[in-house]
């Protein structure tokens, strides 16, 4: 394996007629020999990241899954300019326990994805907001659950009562 490093000191390294206090040393190629031993990732993961790689991830994530919601929200209401028969349609297809659970799923990708960016601009304009962003993304994820707790059992109240068997 081929390295490089600066030039040892004896050699004049600078062009002639130049200081050699201000010009950059020459890097010369060294043979290393010997066992290469990479950092090893986490397993499980390709990455070795930890808290801000997970938040990162998810932040995509639900970001991607919110932009699709839209989409198809302000699709399927420019329908009623269209056809109000077909807009109703569309609304019945909707109620079904399938789409009662795809709305707990919205809410938690909005609920974190509003938290950790909140987290995010901490971060950004707190002078020390890169020292706790570990902390940060715990606290975003005990106050995600805690407002999961209190709309998850409603939700899944309104589809077992809304749907029975």
């Known amino acids: 394996m081929v390295s490089l490093r600066p030039a040892p000191s004896g050699r004049n390294s600078s062009p002639a007629g130049s200081s050699s206090a201000t010009a950059a040393p020459k ?17 499980g993961t390709v ?3 930890h808290e801000g790689m997970w938040s990162w991830v998810l932040h995509r994530i639900t970001g991607v899954g919110i932009f699709f919601f839209l ?6 209401t420019a329908l009623i300019r269209l056809s109000p028969q077909a807009y109703n349609a569309v609304i019945a297809s909707y109620k079904n326990p399938i789409m009662g659970l795809g709305e707990l799923a919205l809410v938690g ?10 987290r995010i601009i901490a971060i950004d304009f707190w002078r020390v ?8 993304f715990y606290a975003v994820i005990v106050v995600w659950v805690v407002l999961m707790a209190g709309f998850a059992p409603r939700q899944i109240m309104n589809i077992i009562l809304e749907f029975p068997r």
Do not use: E
């Open 27 to 43: 890097l010369a190629p060294t043979a290393t020999l010997g066992k290469l031993s990479l950092p090893k990732a986490p397993a």
């Open 47 to 49: 990455y070795r990241g």
């Open 71 to 76: 989409l198809v929200h302000i699709m399927d």
């Open 109 to 118: 990708a909005i609920g974190f994805h509003a938290l950790n960016g909140l």
């Open 129 to 136: 907001g890169t020292k706790y962003h570990r902390a940060l």
